[in-house]
């Protein structure tokens, strides 16, 4: 189940990128922006459906890092934001390993999207196709 949720996250991951791409959205970077603080956020929304204050302090502590990151990526250039789509990725596979509030398939899903639209959006960046 772990690995088909990995597939199906890598594959939705670059299909989003890829769908933002032609529907215009990476001509500038807010649209990439609001992106990652959306990935950002399911964490501490299923800590709080969980009822879990220490889990919810954590996961809100990693968002506003995450939305932080964010709001740089915007001011500074795309490359800051594809960073923080893998290194999102990177974070839910560790928690995969030690355990996050959710359902059991969600790190592993939502690792290999972030992974996936991380490297696509970097690509687009090398070739031309999405601002800088």
């Given at each position: 189940m772990i690995l088909i949720a990995a597939l199906v996250g890598a594959g939705l991951g670059?299909?989003?990128?890829?769908m933002m791409f032609h529907a215009g959205m990476l001509a500038e970077r807010?649209?990439?922006?609001?992106?990652?603080?959306?990935i950002a956020l399911f964490y501490p929304i299923f800590a709080a459906?969980?009822?879990?204050?220490?889990?919810?302090?954590l996961h809100?502590?990693?968002?506003?890092?995450?939305a932080t990151l964010a709001r740089f990526g915007f001011q500074r250039g795309?490359?800051?934001?594809a960073g923080g789509l893998i290194g999102h990725g990177i974070l839910d596979f560790g928690l995969h390993v030690i355990g996050a509030p959710g359902p059991v398939w969600w790190p592993a899903m939502?690792?290999?999207?972030?992974?996936?639209?991380g490297v696509?959006?970097?690509?687009?960046?090398?070739?031309g196709k999405a601002t800088t």
């Open positions: 670059g299909l989003a990128m890829l807010s649209g990439t922006a609001v992106f990652l603080c959306a459906q969980e009822a879990d204050t220490g889990n919810l302090a809100l502590i990693i968002f506003i890092g995450f795309t490359h800051l934001l939502c690792g290999a999207f972030d992974i996936a639209a696509s959006l970097v690509r687009l960046v090398q070739t």
